[in-house]
């Protein structure tokens, strides 16, 4: 009982809780220490001269460019905080296509001549950056000839510090982009989404007589799921090191059946994990503010407030950073993968989404005058058509290897985008379309001027865990994001999507009310037409049934199972124009996402691919065949007792040994040559296409006779720590 995986288990089993550094014990500890780590506005406000933080503030509000006769105040100002809370070094932070965020440090001091140092940071520090970045993906946009890319700090997210018990580091938001200007990161794109959407809400609020307003926001809270394991245990799996996932394992005889791990009692080192993430979390002003364990046992949940969309992005990035980072401190290792077990659920990211104008008002929150209740459809009508024309759009913003093992796996989402609006909403939207009152009205309809719409149903937030993309009474909540990924992309999607639908709306708006019709008659007209045109979009059945993938291609609403065949469509004129239309994404950059989306995919299916070879080679199948001797002997043994013919179950036992051994041998070799065949395969939609058919169909049959073997192989010879112990050990 001493091979390495047992020991490991001991060790699992010893663990006790890390004591989080500090606990802030009291609520209100908690709240003085939120932001402690951020120069944000307030300190700003405390620290910079007035004229300065006024201009500063300004930038910040308009979302432009930072005024650089400032930069040089704002950097020193900046620096001294900094190194006040212990900071020797500064980075640029920013999120490459790699779909994590990068970052490299400088210290603060800087020789002089006369062999001193002195604590350094311009203005030109703080807003521009060279990264040596040519390793950096950038889809053919940036040869090796013109290298060079960019970062420039991007104001609207606040400057922080992450301070780590080895040093503190101030970190500086910042746009990435090439020497010929296009995006290279996933900021730049989703700020000009968000801009896009408000430019176009704006019109359809002048339309209804807003005149404040000044701008809209999109809003969103990202739920993370995320698995801990016990980092003793983990390390023993080069799958989990290398790729995060396990490769192969077979199912523990107890998974989530019993349905009792769901928001069961939080195991207290994992309690002491979560507390140590929110401590950190709270000091860089990132508000956590639920944690939960998840269906799947080892599975658990952190959510925030929501925050604008850009802010949120970020947050969530830092927030898996955190994640990650603070598991080793805790013994564990934290996996953001969508699937890294088989068997039981996999994680998603709900991302909650909200527009709301500048004087805070949700504008997907039902009135409760008529005006209020008109405008309210008018933002739904323009949901509904954004993702109902656009919902390819969407798909895109889910692409990538991890999530096709959830997406339609009965646990996710469908790859089909449709809309669940709940039975009361669809009501009022089928009674608008056919002019008949809705069934469950308890009150008359409300008049609208000329018009009848009926009144909104108080409680909408009906729950449907299937549906890729729910009304949850004030917001939509997007389902079908991985764990692992990036919120931008999805948030990029849907504000692009529902800025040209709200761009179609106001112009038809606009010319029927300078046509000298009333509003009121301009909607009663609009409305009903646009609802008819995008109900197919809206189904509120299970999403799991197969029968919904024929009704879906019935209403013609495209369903692209995987990320290979939804990515061969970004370059369709359709999807392009969605984000050519207002600027959001350059045809150039389109181009170059698609194509470094299809490499990515491809690079992560022919590492597992390889991986998964290597792991058979080197660790299975020498001990399946030592196994096999070990059985092989005791025929021969059992014969020598029993007689010659009288060894029928160990031979059986042998037998069903080998017969899996030679297959997964055999499969073995395939994968090998289909890994082989991949990496030699030209273009780069034609190498995923060969990861997708010809690697990960061969990895599955794989799977199939290790998995067998695992039951089947004397436990101490197995040297993988298995399900059981992986899910179940915290
Ligand atoms: P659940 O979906 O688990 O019931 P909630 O609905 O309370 O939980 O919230 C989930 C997430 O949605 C949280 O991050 C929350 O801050 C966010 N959220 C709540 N209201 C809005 C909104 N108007 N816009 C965007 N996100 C929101
Ligand atoms: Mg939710």
């Keep these: ?66 005024n650089p006769e400032i930069a040089d105040v704002v950097a020193n100002t900046m620096k001294d905080w900094a190194i006040e809370r212990g900071a020797t070094h500064y980075t640029h932070w920013f999120h490459p296509m790699t779909g994590l965020t990068a970052e490299k440090h400088d210290a603060f001091l800087s020789p002089t001549a006369d062999g001193q140092v002195i604590s350094e940071f311009s203005g030109k520090m703080l807003i521009s950056g060279e990264p040596d970045a040519s390793s950096f993906p950038s889809g053919g946009i940036r040869s090796t000839f013109e290298a060079r890319g960019y970062t420039a700090w991007d104001p609207s997210v606040p400057a922080f510090i992450i301070d780590a018990s080895y040093g503190a580091t101030l970190h500086i938001p910042t746009y990435f982009y090439s020497y010929s200007g296009e995006a290279l990161d996933r900021k730049i794109p989703l700020m000009r989404s968000i801009s896009a959407l408000s430019r176009q809400a704006l019109r359809i609020l002048r339309i209804f007589g807003n005149k404040s307003a000044t701008y809209v926001r999109a809003n969103v809270g990202p739920e993370q799921e995320y698995f801990l394991v016990d980092k003793n245990l983990a390390v023993l799996r080069p799958d989990l090191l290398l790729v995060g996932r396990t490769l192969i394992g077979a199912f523990s005889s107890k998974g989530q059946e019993m349905e009792d791990h769901y928001f069961g009692a939080i195991p207290s080192r994992v309690m002491s994990f979560m507390q140590d993430v929110e401590r950190e979390l709270v000091a860089l002003g990132i508000p956590a503010k639920t944690r939960h364990n998840e269906v799947a046992p080892g599975q658990f949940e952190i959510a925030p407030v929501y925050e604008e969309a850009n802010i949120a992005c970020d947050h969530n ?42 004087d805070g008002v949700n504008l997907l929150n039902p009135g409760s005058t008529p005006q209020d209740n008109a405008q309210f459809l008018v933002f739904l009508a323009a949901v509904l058509r954004g993702v109902h024309k656009h919902s390819v759009v969407l798909r895109l913003g889910t692409v990538g290897a991890g999530n096709d093992h959830r997406l339609g796996a009965n646990e996710a989402p469908p790859a089909i985008i ?76 849907l504000n692009a999507a529902v800025a040209c639908a709200l761009d179609d709306i106001a112009t038809e708006l606009e010319a029927a009310i300078s046509a000298g019709a009333k509003l009121n008659e301009a909607l009663q007209e609009l409305l009903p037409r646009l609802f008819k045109e995008h109900l197919p979009i809206v189904f509120n059945g299970n999403g799991y049934a197969p029968s919904w993938a ?104 042998f ?46 049959e794989c799977r199939v006779h290790a998995d067998i073997l695992e039951r089947l192989v004397e436990d101490n010879l197995w040297p993988l720590p298995k399900y059981s112990e992986l899910l179940w050990l915290h």
């Design 418 to 493: 449709s809309v669940y609006l709940g039975e009361q909403l669809s009501e009022v939207l089928e009674s608008i379309t056919s002019g008949k009152s809705a069934k469950n009205k308890k009150s008359p309809f409300m008049e609208v001027g000329v018009s009848t719409l009926p009144p909104l149903p108080v409680d909408m937030s009906d729950r449907n865990r299937t549906s890729p993309f729910a009304f949850t009474g004030n917001k939509f909540e997007f389902r079908a994001v991985g764990s692992s990924q990036s919120i931008a992309p999805v948030n990029i999607a």
């Design 550 to 653: 024929k009704e879906a291609a019935r209403r013609k609403l495209p369903n692209y199972a995987n990320s290979v065949t939804a990515l061969e469509h970004y370059s369709d004129p359709e999807v392009m124009n969605v984000f050519l239309r207002h600027g959001v994404l350059s045809e150039r950059e389109m181009l170059a996402r698609q194509d470094i989306l299809l490499d990515s995919y491809c690079k992560t299916v022919c590492i597992e691919g390889h991986l998964l070879a290597d792991m058979l080679r080197s660790m299975i199948l020498p001990n399946c065949l030592e196994a096999q001797a070990r059985a092989a002997d005791v025929v021969v043994k059992t014969r020598a007792v029993l007689g010659e013919k009288n060894a029928g179950s160990e031979e059986e036992y």
């Design 317 to 358: 990035m830092l927030t898996m950073n955190m994640m990650r980072h603070m598991a080793a401190k805790h013994g564990f290792m934290c996996l953001l993968h969508e699937k890294p077990f088989a068997g039981v659920n996999g994680s998603g990211k709900h991302n909650n989404w909200s527009i709301s104008d500048s």
């Design 1 to 66: 009982m001493s091979s390495p995986r047992k020991k490991a288990v001991f060790k699992a089993i010893a663990a006790s809780p890390v004591q989080p550094s500090s606990i802030e014990e009291k609520s209100g500890e908690a709240c003085a220490a939120f932001g402690r780590n951020v120069f944000g506005l307030s300190v700003m406000r405390k620290r910079l001269p007035k004229d300065v933080y006024d201009k500063l503030a300004k930038t910040i509000r308009d979302g432009e460019r930072l």
């Design 655 to 700: 037998n069903l040994l080998r017969t899996h051994i030679v297959a997964l041998q055999k499969e073995t070799a395939k994968l090998e040559s289909a890994v082989e065949k991949t990496l030699a395969t030209e273009g780069v939609l034609e190498q995923a296409k060969s990861a997708r058919d010809a690697i990960l169909p061969v990895m599955s």
